[in-house]
């Protein structure tokens, strides 16, 4: 007998489960599908954020941090201490405590809200039904008033790279190696690769990053990727740009890789092989032919701005979707459905979603990048502040990279801000937070900023827009 739900929602990530929540606390009877099990079978929820990607990356990436800290970063404060060691199955197992809390807390909140969890693959069917396929094979049928597909995305997997999940792994694999390698090749200097070439490097392995493309960080500010870029090499990171890899074989124990430069070809033997080439949408097998759902040129679901598929009553969000493959966009595009669902205007600000890359230091952005205004002929100012003028961050021994804020030339409303530097992702979201509501970067310098902070240098940042910071010579005025 097929049970009907006011909203069923396909998939467990944090855009499905913020959705399952949302949509309970607003009185839909509601109902999550997700197919992953626990190593004991039972359905698993988080999905890739909780999972296998922000949380668990983050985890390591925290304590191969204070490792490398306790090792090389001690003795100017004048302490010493006996060389370090890692002990790497503990820090995975303290990795899988925190998965495993976050994982079992959605568990707590959708009993807490009243979402029914179903276990099983899910498929869109014409006349907004969901077929529900179990581990077992079983198949039943979901009736729904509203339908939110939130299938996420895969790691991209090339040919030139098979995964073996021994010797070339994904970034799933790269989460769970249970020893440091000697030597780590990672194919794909992005934002993947940079947060797990970044682990395994504090650890002490030897990392070469091999990079297709010639630009470093093409999606973020010009500026900031080369201050980023000149960062990560100081730290061992050896960034090969302009390589694409072509071939990677498992011979003897070792990966030998074999890519191409403008120089010519050349290999490089490994001890393990990460590919980080990007995610793809899941979309594959999950709606049925006639459900009325698209996907457009690059495999995503089409939606338009309000998440809405071709198909009456199927809303699709987060990474099976276009736009940023970030946890929080997906996120609130659950919200933005779910209380349209509900009759309200809600809707999203695309322009103003914030992206952080996990390295140390870390690098955030929002907003438009210097080269993208000069390419749209918009005429703008820009502020800038190094960490290096910062007392709190030189109290603190981390006073690398910059803020840059950029204005409006003659509107002075704030257009983008690009971090590399300590706390960047957590400084940035006072930026957000102000281009929200529309701010000039006159607002931010009239605002009081407590001291010492790292904010401060974004409040200099926003001084600096007009020629107005106090704590560095300003350059001449724009
Ligand atoms: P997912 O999290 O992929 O969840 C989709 C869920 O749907 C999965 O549980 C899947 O099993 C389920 N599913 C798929 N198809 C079906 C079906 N047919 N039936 C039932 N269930 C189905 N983003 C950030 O914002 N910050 C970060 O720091 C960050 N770090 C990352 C680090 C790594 C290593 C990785 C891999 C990703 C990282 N991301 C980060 C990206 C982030 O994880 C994704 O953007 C986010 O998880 C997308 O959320 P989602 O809900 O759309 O999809
Ligand atoms: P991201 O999408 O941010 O995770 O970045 C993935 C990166 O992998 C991109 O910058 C691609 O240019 C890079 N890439 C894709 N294929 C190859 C390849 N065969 N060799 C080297 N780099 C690659």
Known sequence: MSEKYDVVVIGAGPAGYVASIKAAQLGFKTACVEQWLDEKGKVQLGGTCLNVGCIPSKAL???????????????IHGISVKKPTIDVPLMLARKQTIVDQLTGGIAGLFKHNGVTAISGKGKVLVGAKVEVTNAAGEVMEIEADKIIVAAGSLPVNIPPAPIDNEYIIDSTGALELTDVPGRLGVIGAGVIGLELGSVWRRLGSEVVMLEALDTFLPMMDIQIAKETGKILKKQGL???LGARVTKAEVKKGKVEVTYSTAEGEHTESFDKLIVAVGRKPHSEGLFATDSGLTLDERGYIYVNEYC????????????????????????????????????????????CIPSVIYTHPEIAAVGKTEQELKADGV??????????ASGRALAANDSEGMVKLIAHAETDRILGCHIVGPSAADLVQQVVIAMEFGSSAEDLALTVFSHPALSEAVHEAALAVDGQAIHIANRKKR
């Not at 990436?61 to 003795?75: F, I, T």
């Not at 276009?322 to 459905?337: D, F, I």
């Open 308 to 351: 809405e598929t071709e198909a009456p009553n199927v809303y699709a969000v987060g990474d099976v979707v276009r736009g940023p493959m970030l946890a929080h966009k997906g996120s609130e595009e659950g919200v933005m459905v779910v209380e349209r669902i509900a009759g309200k205007q809600a809707q999203m600000n695309y322009d």
């Open 379 to 388: 005429e703008y100012k820009i502020g800038v502040f190094p960490f290096a």
């Open 61 to 75: 990436l925290d304590s191969s941090h204070k490792y490398a800290e306790a090792r090389d970063g001690l003795e």
């Open 238 to 240: 050896d960034i090969r």
